[in-house]
């Protein structure tokens, strides 16, 4: 009986690891900072993750490797997508630390809403996101929303558009700077 009283040690009195980020784009065509409000009441194991990569400077000069206009900005591939190397297979790899369980919600999937990129499996997300464009229904319940663009959609709009089926990005990429956290 008392096993059922016991509450886990990672819900009991845990603070929050990040409020948001500061994404400091630069580029070709894109120039400026993308704020996002990073939802951990929503997704948790996810914004844990993505606040431990950027304290660690991860995502410090990591690619746009996927760009598709009128859909979203894929980044994020810490294993492939450091700018200056060959990004040739950026969007295929993730960070050191395992995948994780997906914690999809009801936040619908708008211009703005930040989600967790995955391959097939639902619980194979780690490293990589993407910040949509516009609204996307048939995402819905499909990916983990992570956050929301609170201020640079501008910038967001002028990212250097890719391949219109594929996203993938002809010559240079745009590139994530500089990704800090803001508590």
């Given at each position: 009986m008392l096993r059922n009283l016991l509450i886990p040690l990672a819900f009991v009195a845990s603070p929050a690891l990040a409020?948001?980020?500061?994404?400091?784009?630069?580029?070709?065509?894109?120039?400026?900072?993308?704020?996002?409000?990073?939802?951990?009441d929503v997704a948790p194991g996810h914004?844990?993750?993505?606040?431990?990569?950027a304290k660690s400077g991860a995502y410090d000069?990591?690619?746009?490797?996927?760009?598709?206009?009128?859909?979203?900005a894929q980044t994020g591939d810490v294993e492939f997508g450091k700018s200056g190397g060959d990004t040739s297979r950026a969007g295929m790899g993730g960070s050191d630390q395992p995948d994780l369980v997906q914690e999809f919600s009801d936040i619908p999937f708008e211009r703005g809403v930040v989600g967790m990129a995955r391959s097939q499996s639902v619980d194979s997300a780690n490293s990589q996101f993407f910040i949509m464009f516009t609204e996307y229904p048939s995402l819905n319940g499909q990916y983990t929303v992570v956050g929301r663009v609170t201020e640079g959609l501008d910038v967001l709009d002028s990212l250097k558009l890719g391949d219109p089926r594929s996203g993938a990005i002809d010559g240079q990429h745009d590139v994530m700077k500089s990704v800090t956290v803001t508590e």
């Open positions: 409020t948001g980020l500061a994404i400091e784009v630069e580029g070709e065509s894109a120039s400026g900072t993308i704020q996002i409000d990073l939802l951990d914004v844990a993750r993505i606040a431990e990569l000069g990591v690619v746009f490797h996927r760009v598709i206009d009128g859909f979203m």
